[in-house]
Nanobody, 124 residues
Framework: QVQLVESGGGLVQAGGSLRLSCAAS????????MGWFRQAPGKEREFVAS????????LYLDSMKGRFTISRDNAKNTVYLQMNSLKPEDTAVYRC?????????????????WGQGTQVTVSS
C-alpha cells in the first residue's frame, strides 16, 4: 500500500499561514484521491479537505470558509494543504490519507492509508 509522510507543521500566530505537505510512495499515486483530516485534543477526528486523482475536483469542510486550499503535484507524489488566516481553533494534529478510489469524500471509511500526522499549533 501507499506510504504517507506529512511535514510542514509547527507553531504560528493567529492570522498566519502554514503549508503542509504529504509525500506518498508505494503505488501509483495519480490514480487515487487524497484527503486531509485533523484531530484536536478532546475532539473527534474531523474532515478537512479532499482532492480527486486528477486534481480537478476538491471538497472542503464548510467551516474552513475558504481559508484552506488542497492541491496535488502528481509528478512529485505530493499533496499539499495551504492554510491561511489561521485561528487558535485550528490547532490539531493533521493527517493525510489515501483514498480507495479516484474520488473520495468526507468519511474516514473512504480512506485506506494514513500518515503519522504533523502538529499544527496556532497561538493568540
Amino acid at each position: 500500500q501507499v506510504q504517507l509522510v506529512e511535514s510542514g507543521g509547527g507553531l504560528v500566530q493567529a492570522g498566519g499561514s502554514l503549508r503542509l505537505s504529504c509525500a506518498a510512495s508505494g503505488r501509483t499515486f495519480s490514480s487515487y484521491a487524497m484527503g486531509w483530516f485533523r484531530q484536536a485534543p478532546g475532539k473527534e477526528r474531523e474532515f478537512v479537505a479532499s482532492i480527486a486523482w486528477s486534481g480537478g475536483t476538491t471538497l472542503y469542510l464548510d467551516s474552513m470558509k475558504g481559508r484552506f486550499t488542497i492541491s496535488r503535484d502528481n509528478a512529485k507524489n505530493t499533496v499539499y494543504l495551504q492554510m491561511n488566516s489561521l485561528k487558535p481553533e485550528d490547532t490539531a494534529v493533521y493527517r493525510c490519507a489515501a483514498g480507495f478510489r479516484p474520488y473520495s469524500g468526507t468519511s474516514i471509511e473512504e480512506y485506506a492509508r494514513w500518515g503519522q500526522g504533523t502538529q499544527v499549533t496556532v497561538s493568540s
